[in-house]
Structures are given as C-alpha cells and as structure tokens.
C-alpha cells in the first residue's frame, strides 16, 4: 500500500511523536485534553446524508486537522463513485456511522489509546462490517476499499488476527485510520 500522505506508524502516534500530538489529559490522563481538541480536532461533512444512530449528521464529524483533507477526497471520490447517488451510499452502507474522533482505550487493550482518540481513525456501518467478522461487507465495494487505499488508510478489514501489532488482533471491517504499518 502507498503512503501518499506520509502518515506516521501507529507506534509513532502511540508515543506522542507524531503530528497527531498527545490527546490525554495532563491531569487526568483517562481523560482527553480539552486544549488539544481544541488545538487539533475539526468538523468535516461528506456531499451525501450520513446517520449516527439513525439521527442526520447535521454538522458532520470529528477528524484531526491533519488528516481531515484526506478524508474529505475520500467523501468525494465515494460521492462520485456512487454516481453521486445517495441510494447507492446507503446500500454500500457508507451513510451509516458509527464514529471518529472519540477517546477511547483500544479495544483488548486497557492503556494504549485507540486512533480514534487522535481523531485519525472513522468506523462505518458496524452492522454489516462488525469486529472479528473475517467477511465484512466493504470488503465487497471496491469503491470504498480504493477510496481509502488512493489516500494511504489502513483498513481494518485487512486485519488477519495474526499479527502482532496490539491494533491488528481481530478484524475491524468498520474502520479506517490515517496510519501506516511500521
């Protein structure tokens, strides 16, 4: 897989050493730091309707300022891959999400965060794509899967449970993160 945006390792964000900067709390560090979202957290909105829980996202959601652009010309290039279609999105699945910018453990894991607590990290359509299901749904629209991949994310659906990275334990057919493997 390319790395056209240079993202850093997981390991490299883990440690705080990446663009991504430390989320946590200086005070509570089971907590994320209100400065850095402030500092790094921004709104975007796809061209085509996307739910949360069945409710419109009306302002759009989360991403690190960093990785945000590429996540915009990802919308895009699934927008146009539907025919600008929001029938297709919604049977693709795309307009079912379930989350980015979150603070959150990983999950397995009870003190390395997870990426979307660096805001570098979105999760669509658990339904059909849900953790550990060695056959998610994405895995069968191209569009998506090339949407991602032009742009250098990592697709947890590609995750065989064998390695040995704490991330890649389980399959995540959900997820996509603005990282790359060391």
């Known amino acids: 897989m390319?790395?056209?945006?240079?993202?850093?390792?997981q390991a490299e964000v883990l440690?705080?050493?990446?663009?991504?900067?430390?989320p946590r709390s200086k005070t509570d560090p089971s907590k994320s730091s209100a400065a850095w979202e402030s500092a790094?957290?921004?709104?975007?909105?796809?061209p085509f309707l996307m739910t949360y829980a069945g409710q419109p996202l009306k302002k759009g959601f989360r991403m690190h300022k960093h990785c945000a652009p590429a996540m915009v010309r990802v919308m895009d290039k699934i927008w146009d891959a539907s025919g600008r279609q929001q029938a297709v999105i919604k049977d693709w699945g795309f307009q079912f999400?379930?989350?980015?910018?979150?603070?959150?453990?990983m999950t397995g894991n009870s003190r390395l965060l997870s990426m979307h607590s660096f805001g570098c990290a979105g999760d669509w359509d658990p339904a059909r794509n849900g953790w550990k299901d060695r056959t998610p749904n994405f895995g069968n629209i191209p569009e998506i899967l090339n949407?991602?991949?032009?742009?250098?994310?990592?697709?947890?659906g590609d995750w065989n449970g064998n390695?040995?990275?704490a991330d890649e334990r389980s399959c995540d057919g959900?997820?996509?993160?603005?990282?790359?493997?060391p």
């Open 15 to 22: 440690s705080g050493r990446s663009v991504y900067g430390n």
């Open 163 to 165: 390695d040995s990275s």
């Open 147 to 156: 949407a991602f991949e032009s742009e250098g994310a990592v697709w947890g």
């Open 2 to 9: 390319s790395n056209p945006n240079n993202w850093p390792t």
């Open 97 to 105: 999400f379930a989350g980015a910018a979150f603070f959150k453990v």
């Open 174 to 181: 959900m997820h996509w993160q603005f990282t790359r493997r």
């Open 40 to 46: 790094n957290l921004i709104y975007i909105k796809a």
